[in-house]
């Protein structure tokens, strides 16, 4: 877990919500990004802009203002930067039947674009994930 290593660790779901909210604010990224739920952990390690999500179990969101269903699994990491996270592990979208892995995500405002391992990118109104959306 080298990756962790200097990291400012929260521990429980609301201090870990905060944190996980504060760090969405401070990269521009919409706030309900993360619908999390029963979070234990949360960590960030600013040299780097790794970032773990620790939670119970995974939570299913819908995005209904683009009737999009997105898996959040119990571990969710990756990089964290100006507008965007990179090397996502843990989300994913479900497309038709399937659910493709989330590897990044862009902020481009008004838009979000959303890229699978496959390549493909989707973009939708950033304001679909908007806190409370």
């Known amino acids: 877990m080298a990756e962790k290593e200097g990291g400012i660790v929260k521990t429980g779901h609301e201090e870990g919500m905060r944190m996980a909210v504060a760090l969405l604010e401070e990269f521009g990224l ?52 100006k507008k965007r996270i990179k090397k996502l592990k843990g989300v994913k979208a479900k497309e038709l039947m399937l659910w493709p892995p989330v590897n990044d995500i862009t902020v481009d405002s008004p838009k979000i674009h959303f890229k699978s391992l496959a390549g493909i990118t989707k973009t939708f109104p950033a304001e679909a994930f908007a806190a409370g959306q």
Do not use: C
């Open 30 to 81: 919409p706030l309900g990004l993360l619908p999390l739920a029963d979070v234990i952990e949360v960590g960030f390690v600013r040299s780097t802009g790794y970032m773990w999500i620790l939670q119970k179990k995974k939570v299913e969101h819908n995005f209904k203002m683009i009737s999009k269903l997105v898996s959040y699994d119990t571990e969710i990491r990756g990089y964290i930067d």
